[in-house]
């Protein structure tokens, strides 16, 4: 009752004072059907393996923006798409809720829930159609598990000749769901398979960015604290001697020796540089790079990522080719290595247990390994909608938690070939 009173109120004041409220609104829509297999039977990037799968590029959305009193506005998107916390669902989630106001033309502020400006296509990761490749690389696109937060943003463009010149701002939080891959079963302590750390992010950074007719260019610098919704992260872990030369690394507290050492959090320090450049007719240049910076703990994601592409537009026709890379820092690919080779023999009392929790804790560092090389085309049935093919071969050297690696078994020296066909549309 109170809503509808609500609601007769702002359109009565509508109708009477036109000049002084206005209401105006746009429904737009996005939606993908995307299929992608590869030739191993371990899954890749969550879903994709030799039994192919719709629900890694699966996604459809609806979004509403509304105008209110001339220079305010709002925005809410919904999304359905796979679950961050489950493997074999799909969930409704609201990517963006938020109210904005823009004093001048150039000048805009944003509060509620928005997009973290991590990417080039941070805004339109989730629309296939705005963009050529079948899938951005991961290699790139996983820095963090969430791209939203709730708090606030601004932005500022500054038109310099042909040029244009924006400072955005952000500050704010989210709680992510980040997920784990478990290879081996430990009796009374671990059961295999995806495990799901609910993670509270909190922070801020600044985005610059510069626009001319030929080049779009970008740096990004996020500071922020991400810590355990409930618990703490492990720091590193200790290594119990048994005997001269025999020893094995404490991963879990239910081990003897003197502690995990654990962190109430991370502080990550993020720099992100891309770019997107027509180096001449129907040709265009993309990259982007990041340096993850983080303190607290040996285990969590850090190290250097991107990618570079060429594509030829070409009438309707774009194809493509991309070569991404993601590794982390030596010393954390080192212990990675250390805690996943280490064995006891077998008549240290408990050495089953011991060796299978060596495992165990090699999956909670999470270190990545791997490159990527993909060719692939669009094809632009309409203005709104396209078609893509992509054949991607991705590396794993020594690590990458992005592979779901079987008991018993090693993440290292694996080749994925991915196959992926998509469609996406975009409505207004």
Known sequence: ???????????????????????????????????????????????????????????????????????????????????????????????????????????????????????????????????????????????????????????????????????????????????????????????PGAQILRLIFKGGGLVLTYKDQDRLLRLGVLRASVRPANGALPASFPFVSVAPGVGYYQVSNALPGPGVE???????????????????????????????????????????????????HVDRWTPYAYYAFLKSPREQRDLYAAVDDNTVPSFIPGAAVINASQRAGADQNIAFDQSSWAAGASYSLTATSKFKGEFLRTRVRSVSQLLDVVPGDTPRNKTINTWSLSYSIVFQ
């Open 1 to 191: 009752m109170r809503l509808s009173r609500a609601f007769l109120v702002v359109s009565a004041l509508c109708g009477a004072t036109p000049s002084l409220a206005q209401f105006d609104y746009a429904l737009s829509g996005f939606g993908t059907v995307g299929y992608a297999t590869s030739n191993r039977s371990e899954t890749y990037d969550r879903y994709i393996n030799d039994r192919g799968t719709f629900m890694r590029d699966s996604v459809v959305g609806m979004q509403i923006d509304a105008k209110v009193f001339r220079d305010f506005g709002a925005t809410v998107q919904v999304k359905g798409a796979p679950a961050t916390n489950k493997d074999s669902r799909y969930e409704l989630s609201v990517p963006w809720a938020f109210v904005s106001w823009r004093p001048r033309d150039d000048t805009l502020f944003r509060i509620g829930k928005q997009r973290i400006p991590y990417y080039l296509y941070s805004e339109s990761f989730d629309v296939g159609a705005s963009y050529d490749f079948a899938r951005l690389p991961i290699e790139m696109y996983s820095l963090a598990p969430s791209n939203d937060f709730i708090g606030a943003s601004f932005g500022h463009t500054w038109h310099v000749r042909d040029t244009e010149w924006s400072l955005d701002g952000y500050y704010g939080r989210n709680t992510n769901d980040f997920r784990v891959w478990a290879r081996d079963p430990i009796p009374d302590v671990q059961t």
């Open 262 to 312: 654990t962190s109430p959090g991370v502080m990550n320090t993020l720099i992100t540089v891309g770019a997107n450049v027509t180096l001449s007719r129907g040709v265009t240049a993309i990259g982007e790079f990041a340096r993850d910076i983080a303190s607290g703990t040996q285990l969590s994601p850090r190290g250097n990522r991107g990618y570079a592409a060429l594509l030829w």
